[in-house]
């Protein structure tokens, strides 16, 4: 029996456009699920890895890691999902689950990480994905497919450092950028009850933000005003990829503060600060399973609702342009057209 032809959208070269692909679905293993996609959304590090940036995966490549969709077809060993269940999936599917981390609980931390993202051996711009059915998950019934899927990339990377480092009665966050993890942060941040700083070096970008729930709006071209926010801030989640002064997130924060990275931007920052304050730069990588869950729970209970434009998938370039270009307001979502 031939396998059924699964359509996608792959860069062929690193810096390549996307194009429509044409390949065989990967072997089902025991614990696999494939799932039909439905909806994608495009996160900026889709951007850096048909770059190339990362330096180690392979071409052609298919990317896509906010993935939601039904089951399709279920692994000998899956009894927690069942054909026709709508899952999301996020930018891990699948770990080793016998190393310490993984027996930790903290997947993402898996020694196997360059194995393990959903793109491998191709992610979700694309007609079917097949990945570990211990990293699909179940959505709340009444959740748009289209705000379950920026959950899954955005929602976690967001969610798990502010709830690992916002600490204490009301703990003063700053959200450094308001772009597609930015703006869910924001939403996240105050459905959590801290006092929730947007920054940007956006002006027009206020008024959003503070619909978003910000309490303050910084704009980081305003000399005066960051350096009036000496010390201001328990905790800055960095969403920003790039234009960012180090130098004055570090004067803003207070001591024994934590920054924390959520991109990989161009780092450099100045000793002084850092050690005399005491502070902690730290990066935060997706999330595990069980933050997950709950932050699948939580974003339903608190009617976190991220910003969307739908595209069609075959617009997948020209979406993958725009979010390059930072034009999308904010997250762009592909919906399939292509699917069978
Ligand atoms: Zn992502
Ligand atoms: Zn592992």
């Not at 699964?6 to 696999?32: S, V």
């Not at 997947?107 to 793109?119: I, M, R, S, Y």
Request: proline residues 5%; hydrophobic residues 40%.
């Amino acid at each position: 029996m031939t396998a059924p032809t699964i359509t996608g959208y792959a860069a062929r070269d690193a810096g390549g456009p996307l194009e429509p692909f044409a390949y065989e679905p990967p072997a089902l293993g025991d614990d696999d699920v494939r799932v039909s996609v439905t909806h994608c959304g495009v996160c900026y590090s889709d951007v850096h890895l048909i770059e190339g940036r990362y330096g180690v995966f392979d071409f052609p490549l298919v990317p896509g890691h906010e993935i939601v969709g039904h089951v399709s077809d279920i692994g000998a060993a899956v009894s927690a999902l069942k054909v026709g269940d709508r899952v999301g999936i996020g930018w891990q599917g699948r770990s080793c689950m016998r190393c310490e981390w993984c027996l930790q609980g903290e997947e993402q931390l898996c020694v196997d990480v360059v194995k393990n993202g959903t793109w491998t051996p191709y992610g979700g711009f694309s007609s079917s994905v097949t990945v570990d059915g211990r990293f699909a998950y179940p959505l709340p019934d009444s959740m748009p497919s289209e705000t379950a899927a920026v959950l899954m990339c955005a929602g976690l990377a967001v969610y798990a450092p502010l709830r690992a480092y916002a600490q204490g009665d009301r703990p003063r966050v700053g959200i450094v950028g308001v772009g597609g993890l930015g703006h869910v942060a924001i939403q996240f941040a105050h459905a959590l009850g801290h006092e929730v700083t947007a920054i940007s070096s956006s002006p027009q970008k206020e008024r959003e933000a503070r619909d978003f729930g910000a309490d303050h709006f910084l704009l980081s071209t305003d000399k005066a005003a960051l350096k009036r926010a000496r010390f201001a801030f328990d905790l800055l989640l960095c969403s920003a990829h790039c234009g960012i002064d180090w130098d004055y997130l570090l004067w803003i924060l207070d001591r024994r503060g934590r920054l924390v990275l959520l991109g990989f931007p161009e780092l450099t920052m100045d000793s002084v600060d850092l050690v005399v304050h005491e502070v902690s730069v730290t990066g935060s990588f997706v999330g595990n399973r069980a933050h997950m869950r709950e932050m699948l729970a939580f974003a339903h209970e608190h009617h976190i609702t991220p910003r969307v434009e739908l595209m069609p998938m075959s617009r997948a370039e020209e979406a993958m342009r725009r979010v390059r270009e930072n034009q999308a307001r904010y997250r762009i979502v592909l919906v399939n057209d292509t699917a069978a």
